[in-house]
């Protein structure tokens, strides 16, 4: 694999075939987000009497109807963030970033690998997703401008601040939680940067695409 720089974006060479590394990345985060969100949707739907406002999402990976989907799911949440990480990278240069986001991605494959049913293993990788997903869309603003700048900072700030308070109740002061629950708590850690990375992939898209005709148009 060879690698040359435009103005705009990084050009990867694999075996002859050009491929756009903001394209890529913005292709992964996408996929990711939208496969997940799709999931956890279609997997509470397929156990009789599952809770939205009690039950944690990882419970989706303990039920025998769901547990393969789910855990599935979540590790290829882990798997294309880190590598959706890396080719952002490409883009940008910044170590302390891409190690956000391959943190991030090892806690999503770890709480897939090890279910909520597995022991402690499992609270310890979802909080370091937790933590780390909601941290990449405040490190990602950093080379950002304008409203997606906005948008990155809105929906990690949001999720940082449901982290604290599932750290809250779990500890025993169940009133953080407030008329959401356990699980909306943990939904509102999740949901808002899963739609952050959906936009964002659609902005790296757009990006691409524009700088792909630029680079033709000086051409």
């Known amino acids: ?5 435009t103005k705009e974006r990084t050009i990867l060479s694999i075996r002859g075939l050009a ?12 996929v990711l987000a939208a496969q997940f969100m799709t999931v956890i949707m279609l ?9 939205f406002r009690a039950a944690a999402i990882s419970d ?21 963030n880190v590598a959706g990480g890396y080719l952002f990278y ?4 910044k170590r302390w970033l891409v190690a956000i986001f391959a943190l991030a991605g090892v806690g999503a494959v770890g709480a897939g690998l090890f279910p909520l049913d597995t022991g402690g293993l499992h609270g310890l990788f979802a909080l ?3 933590l780390f997903f909601n941290v990449q869309a405040l ?11 906005a948008l990155s900072v809105l929906a990690g700030g949001v999720g940082l601040v449901f982290v604290v308070l599932m750290a809250l109740g779990d500890a025993g002061n169940t009133a953080a939680f407030g008329p959401i629950g356990h699980g909306g708590t943990e939904r509102m850690i999740v949901y808002p940067v899963m739609l952050w990375l959906v936009a ?20």
């Open 139 to 149: 490190g990602t603003a950093t080379r950002l401008r304008g409203a997606v700048r």
């Open 19 to 30: 491929l756009d590394s903001r394209k890529l990345a913005g292709t992964f985060f996408l």
């Open 128 to 130: 370091l997703a937790f």
């Open 90 to 93: 490409r883009t940008h240069g």
């Open 60 to 80: 989706l990976g303990v039920f025998p109807e769901t547990a393969l989907l789910f855990n599935t799911s979540l590790v290829l949440v882990g798997v294309l």
């Open 200 to 219: 964002f992939g659609g902005y790296l898209l757009a990006k691409g695409e524009e700088s792909e005709a630029s680079i033709q148009h000086s051409a």
């Open 1 to 5: 694999m060879t690698q040359f720089e």
């Open 43 to 51: 997997a509470a739907a397929m156990v009789p009497g599952y809770d």
